[in-house]
């Protein structure tokens, strides 16, 4: 996937600079930092280079273009810690002091204009979240394992679920390892399944058990509520080879799903390997993502890859509609109850 936009070392200077002003910790005290993001994305100072790509971004999501950019070359705290793979969070929490690369999702989150989202039961409810391999994990289906990832999209049990998604390449494999971010657009899922096939995966036939991330975090986690696939006009909630059919769907509930299964190994993708520096940002629900390990040559040093992610909502709007599961009186921030 071509870069939608790299920016130059004076520009990439040029923002970093300015996010040094951004003194709060995002971890201690979300509120604070999120009124210096504001108050940042108000002051005029933002430089019109990125003020400009992300309106370009936002304008193009909207008019039904590609739900897939790349920005290259994004400012990132000078100094990047190696981390403790037994508990990288806490590991990253005793050693990174400098919050550009919280800033810079943040500032993008503002000037896209998708509300950040985070879960109360994950990570203290940070909106700012670390994939990366943690060691009791290898080798499961979650992204905090060094594991390929089946196509999906995050939280696909969870009641509320991101509308986008940003990974901010922090320290990445950048020798002879290849790990792609694939991207699927719900639009060419759509085009490999009938009127037929669609209308059944708009039923609620189906469930998907949490991940084994979420059940470690909150016990009282197993499966989903009974849900339909396909929401809105090409939203697929859906997570390979796990969501399946109730007990009590109809046959042709199995059937569509086959289709669905087929539709995605015929439709169209996207693959980008995330590189150091880069930001990914790409529809969650309008689509699925998955983790593609093409070539590794240096299993420890792909192991040690380490990307910061946000959830966001599609608008303020969106964000709204949940209002009423704010946790601590904190916008964005959910919990697991239904
Ligand atoms: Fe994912």
Redesign the pocket.
């Known amino acids: 996937m071509e870069p939608v936009y790299t920016f130059t070392d004076t520009e990439r200077d040029a923002l970093r600079e300015l996010l040094r002003g951004v003194t709060k910790n995002p971890y201690e005290d979300h509120s604070a930092f999120s009124a210096a993001i504001a108050d940042l994305a108000d002051s005029g100072d933002v430089p019109g280079y990125f003020v400009d790509l992300c309106r370009r971004i936002r304008d193009e999501r909207a008019a039904g273009g590609t739900q897939a950019h790349v920005l290259r070359n994004c400012p990132l705290d000078e100094d990047i810690p190696l981390l403790d793979l037994d508990d990288p969070i806490a590991d990253k929490h005793a050693k990174k002091h400098t919050f550009i690369g919280e800033a810079f999702l943040a500032l993008f989150g503002r000037l896209v204009e998708t509300p950040l989202l985070s879960y109360g039961t994950r990570f203290n409810g940070a909106f700012f979240v670390d994939v990366i391999a943690i060691n009791k994990y290898s080798g499961m289906q979650t992204?905090f394992s060094d594991s390929e990832?089946v196509y999906?999209?995050?939280r696909t049990a969870h009641p509320v679920r991101a509308d986008f998604?940003c990974l901010l390449g922090m320290r990445c494999p950048d020798g002879a390892d290849y790990i792609y971010t694939g991207f699927v657009d719900g639009r060419d899922l759509l085009a490999h399944l009938t009127e037929e096939q669609q209308a059944v995966l708009r039923k609620p036939y189906f469930i998907t058990p949490y991940d084994v991330f979420s059940r470690d975090n909150n016990g009282a986690l197993s499966v989903s509520e009974d849900h339909a696939i396909l929401e809105n006009e090409h939203s697929f909630r859906y997570l390979d080879t796990t969501t399946t059919v109730t007990e009590t769907a109809p046959p042709e509930a199995k059937d569509a799903l086959l289709a669905l299964k087929n539709a995605l190994v015929r439709a169209n993708k996207t693959r980008h390997r995330i590189q150091t520096g880069d930001l990914f940002t790409f529809a969650?629900q309008d689509g699925l993502?998955s983790?593609d390990k093409m070539e590794i040559n240096d299993p420890e040093r792909a192991r040690q890859r380490w990307l910061l992610k946000t959830y966001a909502f599609r608008d303020q709007a969106a964000a709204d509609r949940y209002a009423d599961r704010w946790i601590d009186g904190v916008p964005g921030r959910v919990g697991d109850g239904t």
């Open positions: 992204g990832l999906h999209n995050d998604i969650n993502h983790r």
